[in-house]
């Protein structure tokens, strides 16, 4: 059945995104306890601070001091987010493993209400970042297309779009000397459907057939692990998710709405399918625990509750 | 791509399954209220009460009560549930449009720690209810295998032990000269998987090739949209759903386990991939918000937080 991925990777971006939309404050230790535990479920890349404006996300004013504080465990990457230069040198004065980052809006609405930027300063500010990564010596891993399935202003970003908009990306890339293999399609505001997953997925392809893919699915309609499922039935092997689907979309406008697709549940997803994650879901699932405890409110998480098949397994294999 | 439904066909649990496991105690007025919003969204079949022991499950208590006060929408049908003869009686003393159902357990421990019953008993009981429903002139609508999907008892459920409870029903039901079109699979206690969804649909397909299927997916572990999206992508066009994702399975045994896939996020997955449902979404959402209230704690739904897509679609055309 289908091109399922052997195995998939998980960028794990409940830290970064989550802590930054909690009303809060959580204590920095709370935070470094999270992303340690996290280290120790078998997951290899997590996001862990953002490097932004303190005033316009208190919630990440101790990014620093949590950055400094996580013992590294050998083979996890830890990452960090920026938004501008100056998030940018903040993040490289610290110990996380920077890789370097390309934003991209299929919607120029949706740029123009985030960034304050339109398509051309946009542009230009990813070209200032080719060069500054290459001064820094930062590897440019992938280019984000932000809306690629829909936008609260534009309405369906059609397939093209994001075609247009990933080649833009790597025109700019290229200018610099620079070559990205990697092209990550946000579903930033919950659009997406498997139905427009497919469709966008079939138009990259169809145009660069061996860029590798990555996902990252806000689930505000409940739609994200039929997505990532769809995604995973055309070979895509990597996946932005959230722990106990810890966050939310601070662009979205509406109270509650979920964020990132839940790790344990796309974790369990894929594991019972046969597909590797690498990653320990009972002890992911004490992560989720922990989370909520953390936060002091019930996250939306749903393998946390109903738990994995660990138990009734065992007791079957006992009899 | 694939074999999506021009339309899917909703039988709405919320009313039975949800209130049937809340601590209440729910007011029947607040139930009726609710049934006959749900009428008024286009929905067209809603599961309204069970007809069982008031001592063990006294949410239920007030069935003829709340049966007695719903203001039928014609065109819709509103159904109950009994799981033993007393409860039938009962059911057709009030106004419901009742349809015959049967039952068969996929998973013998688990019928057996449901109904107290073995295998050979259960297929007695369901004898005597063809002979009932022929006495009552109740057409037999459909077959439900419980657990056709994994078991916690018994572990993951093979496709093969499906297809021979699928017979085992059908077998019985031809016996009393009855035949039945329609098989109800349930994933009762939250194992499927898209994987485990296309495999059984297979091996029933490949047997009754003509055979019309409905899915009753629990969401216990958060695939059931994806398994929803992988039946539909298969051809199914029947879905049980619950508004709000009200309810949980009691007997999954794990507090705050979520019970059926929402209504709203069903209808928002099919509507936006172009395929009907007859659904007015954002008076389901409003129903949804309805639920909440009366039950007095967070539901599980997504997009009664993210919200419809009609607002933004809306801004657009007026530009």
């Known amino acids: 059945m289908s091109d399922l991925p052997k195995r998939i990777h998980i960028n794990e971006e409940g830290p970064r995104e989550g802590f930054q939309i909690e009303p809060g404050p959580i204590a920095s230790a709370d935070k470094v306890r999270f992303i340690e535990a996290l280290a120790e479920t078998g997951l290899k890349k997590i996001d862990c601070v953002s490097f932004v404006n ?120 290229a200018e610099g000397g620079v070559s990205i293999g990697s092209v990550n399609l946000a579903d930033t505001v919950g659009w997406a459907t498997p139905q427009a997953i497919a469709r966008v997925i079939g138009a990259v392809r169809e145009r660069w057939p061996d860029m590798r893919l990555r996902m990252h699915l806000h689930d505000t309609r409940g739609t994200g692990l039929a997505n990532a499922y769809e995604a995973m039935r055309l070979g895509v092997d990597m996946f932005d998710a959230s722990c106990a689907g810890l966050g939310g979309c601070p662009f979205a406008g ?20 046969g597909i590797e994650t690498g990653v320990d879901l009972d002890r992911l699932i004490e992560c989720a625990h922990m989370v909520e405890s953390i936060v002091g409110h019930p996250l939306t998480g749903k393998v946390m509750r109903g738990g994995s098949l660990t138990k009734y397994r065992q007791a079957q294999a006992a009899q």
Not at 71 to 77: D, F, N, S
Not at 151 to 172: D, H, K, T
Not at 256 to 267: H, K, Q
Request: proline fraction near 3%; glycine fraction near 10%.
């Open 54 to 173: 303190p005033r316009r996300v208190p919630g990440q004013a101790d990014a620093e001091a949590v950055a400094a504080a996580i013992r590294k465990r050998p083979g996890v990457t830890y990452t960090g987010l920026w938004l501008n230069m100056a998030g940018l040198e903040r993040a490289m004065k610290t110990q996380l493993d920077l890789v370097g980052r390309m934003g991209i809006n299929a919607s120029d609405t949706f740029g123009k209400k985030n960034t304050g930027m339109d398509r051309a300063q946009i542009a230009d500010e990813q070209r200032k970042y080719i060069v500054k990564y290459k001064e820094l010596g930062l590897r440019v891993e992938s280019i984000t297309i932000l809306t690629a399935f829909g936008c609260n202003f534009e309405g369906a970003i059609q397939p093209a779009r994001v075609v247009q908009s990933i080649a833009e990306g790597l025109a700019i890339a």
């Open 254 to 273: 509406h109270k509650g709405a979920s964020g990132n697709i839940c790790t344990e549940d796309l974790v369990f997803m894929a594991e019972e399918m």
